[in-house]
């Protein structure tokens, strides 16, 4: 039986006995602002997720497809978004978004679509919403 909230897969210990091995929720992270506290917010919480095991995707819509432009000297957007990446966690740009505010998508974020955003909805234990 599946806990709330947890997946499990099957695993066999040394004895060949099978066991079973809990893996992490998948969460998506839909942010559609540029307010930097707001945006460093929403980035701790997927850090925090990641660090605990759990698979985070951020899917940047409206303002936010331009998380790397955000300058402010208490909450360091870019090194917060570098360190979410290097935990493992990705972000992906909403295209139309961008072609909007005539951007290109970059290494770091790159272009998706809302059929994306469906689709990691649809597959995710939790969604959460910045902005």
């Not at 605990?52 to 303002?63: A, M, N, Q, S």
């Amino acid at each position: 039986m599946r806990p709330a909230g947890g997946r499990f897969w099957p695993v066999r210990d040394d004895a060949g006995v099978m066991l079973a091995e809990e893996v992490g929720m998948k969460y998506v992270i839909v942010i559609n602002t540029q307010e930097a506290e707001t945006v460093w917010n929403a980035l701790r919480f997927g850090s925090a997720a990641l660090s605990r095991g759990h698979e985070v995707t951020v899917f940047l819509l409206g303002p936010a497809v331009e998380i790397e432009a955000i300058q402010d000297e208490r909450f360091n957007v870019k090194r917060l978004l570098e360190r979410f990446e290097e935990l493992g966690g990705s972000a992906l740009s909403c295209g139309t978004c961008l072609r909007i505010r005539q951007r290109d998508a970059s290494e770091m974020c790159p272009i998706s679509t809302m059929d994306d955003l469906v689709r990691l909805t649809e597959e995710a234990d939790r969604s959460f919403i910045f902005g």
